[in-house]
């Protein structure tokens, strides 16, 4: 039974840029896709992107264009995404979500981004 | 973007109640509709994949049906644990999508 583990809290000034990572375990990395899904406090979910963990080809949500980078390294089956150029609208828990033939597999625990002054 | 209406956004019920929430897609999914339940300070745990595909420990009084644009999700006899935000989402093309969800309360 694969699981995904997540990078811990993070608090950002306005501005900042922020990195989170997810790593899989018990799962075959290399087979899937792994998409990123945010929610703001009190609010629903919005899908941010998604990487194809074998060639690695991407694709961004257009308002998270231009600010909004994804990697992985497929040597510890872990992704990365990073986000920049933060406001008070970002401060959400980011999500990694394991995806196999368009359907969800694992969900990361989330990780909490604050963006205060 | 696919855009997915659920609908009660809450409901009050009691326990042993059967359930049904409904969730409506803006175009045809045809099995890629999966159903979550989410508690407070939790990240969302996936209760059913591909319309009706239960996930493997999930107890047998949720179930998942429709098809094209319609998709239901219904809890037979309510229990307590089973108080919760429920989210249907289309995964038939990225972006994914969600519904808004639906609170279920303790009447």
């Known amino acids: 039974q694969g699981q995904l583990l997540q990078s811990g809290t993070e608090v950002k000034r306005p501005g900042a840029s922020v990195k989170i990572s997810c790593t899989a375990s018990g799962d075959t990395f290399t087979t899937h896709q792994m998409h990123w899904v945010r929610q703001a406090p009190g609010q629903g979910f919005e899908w941010m992107a998604i990487?194809?963990?074998?060639?690695?080809?991407?694709n961004y949500a257009q308002k998270f264009q231009g600010r909004l980078m994804m990697t992985r390294d497929t040597s510890t089956s872990t992704v990365y995404m990073e986000v920049s150029s933060l406001t008070s609208e970002d401060t959400a828990i980011y999500y990694c979500v394991l995806s196999s033939y368009d359907f969800p597999r694992h969900w990361g625990q989330g990780t909490l981004v604050t963006v205060s002054s | 973007d696919i855009q997915m209406t659920q609908s009660p956004s809450s409901l009050s019920a009691s326990v042993g109640d059967r359930v049904t929430i409904t969730c409506r897609a803006s175009r045809s999914l045809g099995i890629y509709l999966n159903w979550y339940q989410q508690t407070a300070g939790r990240a969302p745990q996936l209760l059913i994949r591909?319309?009706?595909n239960l996930e493997s420990g999930v107890p047998s009084r949720f179930s998942g049906g429709g098809s094209g644009t319609d998709f239901t999700l219904t809890i037979t006899s309510l229990q307590p644990e089973d108080f919760a935000t429920y989210y249907c989402?289309?995964?038939?093309?990225?972006?994914?999508?969600f519904g808004q969800g639906t609170k279920v309360e303790i009447k």
């Open positions: 989402q289309q995964s038939y093309t990225t972006p994914w999508t």
């Open positions: 591909a319309v009706s």
């Open positions: 990487i194809n963990l074998r060639g690695g080809s991407l």
